[in-house]
Every structure is written in C-alpha cells, then in structure tokens.
Nanobody, 123 residues
Framework: QVHLVESGGGLVQAGGSLRLSCAAS????????MGWFRQAPGKEREFVAA????????NYADSVKGRFTISRGNVKNTVYLQMNSLKPEDTAVYYC????????????????WGQGTQVTVSS
C-alpha cells in the first residue's frame, strides 16, 4: 500500500520561509512524477509544483514561480518544496501527490495523495 507523509508545515510570518518534505513508501517511486498541491479554506485544491521522475524537469504555478522550488531527494522516494518569500495568500493545506504515469504539465492525474500539512502565513 502506498503512503505519502508530508511534514514541515507550520506558522510563519510573511516574507519567511518553510521547507516541506514528503516521504513516500510502499513501492519504488523512482519512476513516479511527484507534485505539491494546496487547498485554502473555501477554495478548490490547486496545483503548486511538480517534478518528473528524474528530477530534471519541473513545473510551477505562476503564483509561486521564483519563490518556491521543488526537488527530489537522493533517494527518489522523497520530494521537497522550499518556500521562500511567503505571503498570506500562500496559507493552505499542502498535499503531496505521486503517480507513475501523470505528466507534470496539465492535464495531470495523480492517484496517490498524502494527508496534507498546514501552512499558515501571518501578515
């Protein structure tokens, strides 16, 4: 069974930084695309960033370009999201996702999801 576990969320002031981590287990994820999505209260879940199986190709939502960086760990079952220059509008629950066949560009179809980690940015 596949498990994705996010960590690293918390409360930070605007302009600050956080690093989210996602650890995947249950199978080999070396050939999986992995991504981050977020859902703010009262809003639909939205794409944030994704990385392909090798780590060489990435894609970002326009709202986070230049501020967030997605990367894969040396062990391909991990993915990180470095978030800098955080804004109050980045406040959301952040979810890690993985899939062996999804593209990192729209349309995306991730079948494996974590439980989410809360990120709160105060003004």
């Amino acid at each position: 069974q596949v498990h994705l576990v996010e960590s690293g969320g918390g409360l930070v002031q605007a302009g600050g930084s956080l690093r989210l981590s996602c650890a995947a287990s249950g199978r080999t994820f070396a050939n999986y695309a992995m991504g981050w999505f977020r859902q703010a209260p009262g809003k639909e879940r939205e794409f944030v960033a994704a990385v392909n199986w090798s780590g060489r190709d990435t894609n970002y939502a326009d709202s986070v370009k230049g501020r967030f960086t997605i990367s894969r760990g040396n062990v391909k079952n991990t993915v990180y999201l470095q978030m800098n220059s955080l804004k109050p509008e980045d406040t959301a629950v952040y979810y890690c996702a993985a899939d062996p066949t999804s593209s990192i560009y729209p349309p995306m179809d991730y079948n494996y999801w974590g439980q989410g980690t809360q990120v709160t940015v105060s003004s």
